[in-house]
């Protein structure tokens, strides 16, 4: 089957654009982006999912404001014959320069949010180093592909009657997008498979920092031990300025947790320190502005409320839903994947990004042992 893809100098392999070269049911292509201002008052994350051996595209995004209500829209259709229409319900996708401009839309739908957003990445963004690969039992369980970008956003939302304009002067965005076969809650639903590995344990961070000279973006994975399992991180300077990424050889993390309530294993602020290859080194102070719960938009093990990302749904479904994000039974129920926007401090200079981590079972550096 032809796609628009296919009129480009781009192909690599003798086929067409409809499909990926494996037929693993796992094969995804995720965009992820955060939109938040400055004080934490709105934070917004989004994001679409693109499952070709499922015959998928789903899309979903989390609102959260003042720290009080989290808005929460998600959508799923089938997705051949349009394949190559980045569109799933209200929600659109829209490349303006490719890793420069894009835009997101989520169009007037019955569940209280819209918005139309334009992403300027103010900087390149940083390549992930190809590290993301694991077999277990001789199969390819996680062979993934990313990139991260920030800058900042423009445009508007719409939330209950209420239009937010979005000045770029106090708003910024992080976005990625990644490809390629991945772990997720779907491989533990098949009817009639081996379950999984089940690590002892494991912990992951992800972060994304923004200051007016220079950002940071790394992806780091450790087991229970503190030993790294994989790691990608680069510092990356404006357009214009001339600069080469710089690589990060390592960071060093050292994070505080929520302890208000239990079952959960939330970061609520702390500290990184980025090295880079030729010996640079910078702290970033972190300070929690809000955090978003992106389980309840699909990213979760869990199907929270009888959905996550690439599960069929039908040839089209949406729903959405409020939820009261200072209940603590409600942030035990969507807390796994949390986004915490943030306010970074570095040698005087002032930030913003964001941060998140998880950490499954045994992880005693912070006092976490086992499930």
């Not at 277990?136 to 991260?148: H, M, S, W």
């Not at 087991?223 to 710089?246: H, M, Q, W």
Request: hydrophobic fraction near 35%.
């Amino acid at each position: 089957m032809l796609t628009r893809y296919d009129e480009f100098l781009c192909h690599q392999i003798a086929t067409t654009f409809d499909h990926p070269t494996t037929s693993a049911r796992e094969w995804t292509e995720r965009i992820w982006f955060m939109a938040h201002d400055i004080t934490g008052k709105f934070i917004l994350v989004g994001g679409f999912g693109y499952y070709p051996n499922r015959n998928v595209m789903d899309a979903c995004m989390c609102l959260a404001v003042e720290g009080k209500t989290q808005y929460v829209v998600r959508a799923s259709r089938e997705l051949r014959p349009r394949i190559d229409d980045v569109t799933v319900g209200p929600f659109s996708w829209h490349v303006i320069e490719p890793m420069k401009k894009v835009r997101t839309v989520l169009a007037e739908n019955e569940y209280g949010v819209s918005y139309d957003i334009t992403l300027d990445g103010t900087m390149p963004p940083h390549d992930e180093e190809p590290t993301q690969f694991q077999r277990f039992r001789g199969r390819v369980v996680e062979d993934i592909r990313r990139y991260f970008q920030v800058g900042k956003p423009s445009g508007w939302i719409k939330v209950n009657g209420q239009i937010v304009k979005i000045d770029p002067k106090s708003w910024r965005m992080e976005r990625d997008h990644s490809w390629g076969i991945r772990r997720g809650a779907l491989e533990h639903q098949e009817v009639g498979v081996q379950p999984g590995d089940i690590p002892v344990g494991f912990f992951y961070n992800g972060t994304s920092c923004q200051f007016d000279g220079w950002s940071a973006n790394y992806h780091i994975r450790e087991d229970g031990d503190t030993r790294v399992i994989n790691f990608s991180g680069g510092i990356s300077y404006p357009y214009g300025s001339g600069k080469d990424e710089l690589p990060l050889s390592s960071i060093r993390h050292d994070f505080t947790f929520r302890k208000d309530i239990s079952g959960i294993r939330q970061i609520n602020g702390g500290k990184v320190t980025l090295i880079g290859v030729d010996g640079l080194k910078k702290e970033v102070l972190i300070q929690s502005l809000g955090v978003v719960y992106i389980g309840a938009g699909g990213y979760s093990y869990a199907n929270y409320r009888g959905f996550t990302n690439g599960l069929w749904m039908g040839p089209s479904w949406i729903d959405g839903f409020t939820l009261d994000i200072t209940d603590p039974e409600v942030i035990q129920g969507a807390s796994w994947l949390d986004e915490m926007a943030c306010k970074l401090t570095c040698d005087g200079e002032i930030g913003y990004g964001y941060t998140e981590v998880s950490i499954f079972g045994k992880y005693p550096r912070y006092g976490f042992e086992g499930y």
